[in-house]
Every structure is written in structure tokens, then in C-alpha cells.
């Protein structure tokens, strides 16, 4: 059985929240918040699927914990080669419509440069009223996007089918 790691940034606690979601809706998972439970790029390493979560912030920035791990990533350029990663996060598309969960996006490229297999996850743009997001990739996101601010009504569902859609599509 594939091991999971739930890797996290969030500031707010929505983003936590729904990792906190996904651990219990998928078996063997661990979740690692970035803030408290994160020691360094080796930590990668223990699991075969990496769900990436972070909320969105200025100018489509992942939330600060991710800061300095990204910094590693792309000095130390650590091979995930053969591991598989989704992405999820939280974000505000009626306050910040001309970024709406770009960090997913710039998560994805990153981690995919690094190796790892990025083509799970992506969900449905339907639904959304916003300007623009660099996590919409050929119509879709990239993961996961959450607006717990404007849509806390459909946030539990749209976890609990993503979770789904994470198994089928890893097999996990």
C-alpha cells in the first residue's frame, strides 16, 4: 500500500482543516504541517504520494511555511522521481479574483520539475466566479481549490470527492 504524507502551510486553518479532512478519509495517511511538524526536504522522501496543501496569498504566494522548503527545493533540486503529488488549497476568489489558488499552480510546477508525476487531482473550474488563477491548467485546476469564505457550504463535499478522485486516480 502506498504510503501518504499530507504536507501543509495555512494560516487561517482552512487549509489545515482540509488536510485534517483528508488524513481521515484515506488510509495510511500522516500529515506533516509545515509549521510545526516539518524538519527538511528528506522528510519527502518517506512517502510515495505527496498531497501538497497551502492557501494563496499576495501576489499568488504559497502560505509563508512553504517559503523556505521551496527555497530548498529549487537550491537543492531533490529528485521525486517515481513519487505521485496532488494539490490542494484554500483561497478567496471574490476578495482575490486575479489570483485565485495560483499557489496550487506554482506548487505543481515546482514539484514537477523536481520529478514527481503532477497529472492527479485536477478538478473542475465550474462553480467558481473569478479573474484569473495559474491553477487552472487546459480548463481545469491543477488540485483541489477550496473558498471556504464565499463557499463554505460545499467545501466538506468537494474534499470528500477530491479524496475520492485521489484513490481511483493513484490507486491508493
Known amino acids: ?29 500522516e500529515l506533516i504541517n509545515m509549521e510545526e511538524d516539518y524538519d ?14 497551502s492557501s494563496t496569498w499576495g501576489q499568488g504566494d504559497p502560505q509563508r511555511d512553504w517559503v ?13 522521481s517515481g513519487k505521485k503529488a496532488a494539490f ?15 499557489a496550487l499552480g506554482k506548487m505543481k510546477d515546482i514539484f514537477s520539475n523536481l520529478g514527481a508525476d503532477t497529472d492527479f487531482g485536477h478538478t ?7 479573474k484569473y488563477s495559474y491553477a487552472e491548467r487546459g480548463g481545469k485546476f491543477c488540485g483541489l481549490a477550496i473558498d471556504d ?7 466538506a463535499k468537494r474534499i470528500a470527492e477530491w479524496a475520492a478522485q485521489i484513490k481511483r486516480e493513484m490507486g491508493i
Open 68 to 80: 523556505d522548503p521551496l527555497y530548498e527545493m529549487q537550491n537543492e533540486e531533490p529528485d521525486f
Open 124 to 130: 473542475s473550474t465550474s462553480g467558481y466566479s473569478y
Open 88 to 102: 490542494f488549497g484554500a483561497g478567496d476568489q471574490k476578495s482575490h479574483p486575479e489570483e485565485f489558488v495560483t
Open 40 to 53: 527538511d526536504l528528506e522528510q519527502f522522501e518517506e512517502f510515495d504520494v505527496l498531497l501538497i496543501g
Open 149 to 155: 469564505i464565499n463557499q463554505k457550504e460545499l467545501t
Open 1 to 29: 500500500m502506498a504510503k501518504v504524507g499530507i504536507f501543509v502551510g495555512s494560516s487561517g486553518g482552512v487549509t489545515l482543516s482540509a488536510a485534517q479532512m483528508l488524513e481521515g478519509l484515506l488510509e495510511d495517511a
